[in-house]
């Protein structure tokens, strides 16, 4: 039964993604105490399919991380497992230091590339105490939207409570019905930390991930929705895009602000209040933008 041994950072994505594809038996998350937060979220998501093992190390001293690393994976529940490394989460010096103890056990290491649109891990062998690049592959559909949400806010920490009855309840309807019949996994409604953190609609397809904040009319052409946007994101992790939906044209001051924060603008201005399903030409319009970010 292989150890998967892995390294946290500050996004969770790097090391639930190669944990809940490959299933290893075991998964030792190794954290900082910067890091403490995203090992918490990361093991009571994966602790329902996997036995989590932790070790708290220090974030760049590398010689103390290759000797606490050893130390914990001579423990009993661990020595007698054949290991592979995750390269891919904590600093680089967790990373080198990851490195080294692989050599030194002539373990395979594995690397996830999140560029793009795709998700692909790179396996790496030992030859001669060389490393070889042995094979790589492109990750299908592994997680949800509860997932994700799970791994950046905590299980438990969020909830979905689904469209209400006002217009631009209806606004978030018609654009979760657009989505949904272009193959989108979608929730309405979303809340965690009190209320701090409000989504008007997530999008998922396959492994990537965006959060929609939808305005109409005068809300529209103010800046609260994107402010709204870029406090939720802070939390949603690098990987997640945003996308601004109003049924005004922008304004220029959105643009400016939008290009600054990596915010999509969606303009459907031949949405009808009230309405809850999209005109073809806007449905066309939120389809085309979407697709571009995600697939």
């Given at each position: 039964?292989?150890?998967?041994?892995?390294?946290?950072?500050?996004?969770?994505?790097?090391?639930?993604?190669?944990?809940?594809?490959?299933?290893?038996?075991?998964?030792?998350?190794?954290?900082?105490?910067?890091?403490?937060?995203?090992?918490?979220?990361?093991?009571a998501t994966l602790q329902k399919e996997t036995t989590i093992h932790e070790l708290e190390s220090d974030a760049y001293n590398i010689v103390a991380i290759v000797k606490a690393l050893n130390n914990k994976l001579e423990e009993p529940e661990l020595a007698s497992h054949p290991l592979e490394f995750n390269l891919?989460?904590?600093?680089?010096?967790?990373?080198?230091?990851?490195?080294?103890?692989?050599?030194?056990?002539?373990?395979?290491?594995?690397?996830?590339?999140?560029?793009?649109?795709?998700s692909r891990i790179y396996h790496y062998s030992w030859e001669h105490q060389q490393l070889r690049a042995s094979s790589s592959e492109l990750l299908p559909e592994i997680v949800k939207l509860s997932d994700l949400l799970n791994v950046h806010l905590g299980p438990g920490e969020w909830v979905e409570q689904g469209?209400?009855?006002?217009?631009?309840?209806?606004?978030?309807?018609?654009?979760?019905?657009?989505?949904?019949?272009?193959?989108?996994?979608?929730?309405?409604?979303?809340?965690?930390?009190?209320?701090?953190?409000?989504?008007?609609?997530?999008?998922?397809?396959?492994?990537?991930?965006?959060?929609?904040?939808?305005?109409?009319?005068?809300?529209?052409?103010?800046?609260?929705?994107?402010?709204?946007?870029?406090?939720?994101?802070?939390?949603?992790?690098?990987?997640?895009?945003?996308?601004?939906?109003?049924?005004?044209?922008?304004?220029?001051?959105?643009?400016?602000?939008?290009?600054?924060?990596?915010?999509?603008?969606?303009?459907?201005?031949?949405?009808?209040?009230?309405?809850?399903?999209?005109?073809?030409?806007?449905?066309?319009?939120?389809?085309?933008?979407?697709?571009?970010?995600?697939?």
């Amino acid at each position: 039964m292989t150890v998967m041994v892995a390294l946290v950072g500050g996004q969770p994505l790097p090391n639930l993604l190669p944990a809940r594809y490959y299933r290893p038996g075991d998964v030792l998350l190794v954290y900082t105490q910067t890091t403490a937060q995203v090992f918490n979220r990361l093991k009571a998501t994966l602790q329902k399919e996997t036995t989590i093992h932790e070790l708290e190390s220090d974030a760049y001293n590398i010689v103390a991380i290759v000797k606490a690393l050893n130390n914990k994976l001579e423990e009993p529940e661990l020595a007698s497992h054949p290991l592979e490394f995750n390269l891919t989460g904590g600093t680089k010096a967790m990373a080198l230091a990851a490195y080294q103890v692989a050599q030194q056990r002539s373990a395979p290491i594995l690397y996830l590339e999140s560029e793009g649109k795709q998700s692909r891990i790179y396996h790496y062998s030992w030859e001669h105490q060389q490393l070889r690049a042995s094979s790589s592959e492109l990750l299908p559909e592994i997680v949800k939207l509860s997932d994700l949400l799970n791994v950046h806010l905590g299980p438990g920490e969020w909830v979905e409570q689904g469209p209400g009855h006002s217009e631009g309840s209806s606004f978030e309807i018609a654009l979760a019905e657009a989505l949904r019949s272009h193959g989108y996994e979608v929730m309405i409604s979303i809340k965690a930390m009190n209320g701090q953190i409000d989504i008007d609609v997530a999008v998922r397809f396959n492994n990537q991930y965006g959060i929609i904040e939808a305005k109409m009319g005068d809300s529209g052409k103010k800046l609260d929705g994107i402010k709204q946007l870029s406090n939720a994101v802070r939390h949603l992790g690098t990987y997640a895009q945003t996308f601004y939906a109003i049924n005004v044209p922008p304004e220029s001051a959105h643009e400016a602000i939008a290009i600054a924060s990596r915010i999509q603008i969606i303009s459907l201005t031949n949405y009808t209040r009230g309405s809850k399903t999209l005109a073809p030409q806007d449905a066309g319009t939120l389809i085309s933008i979407v697709d571009k970010a995600l697939k």
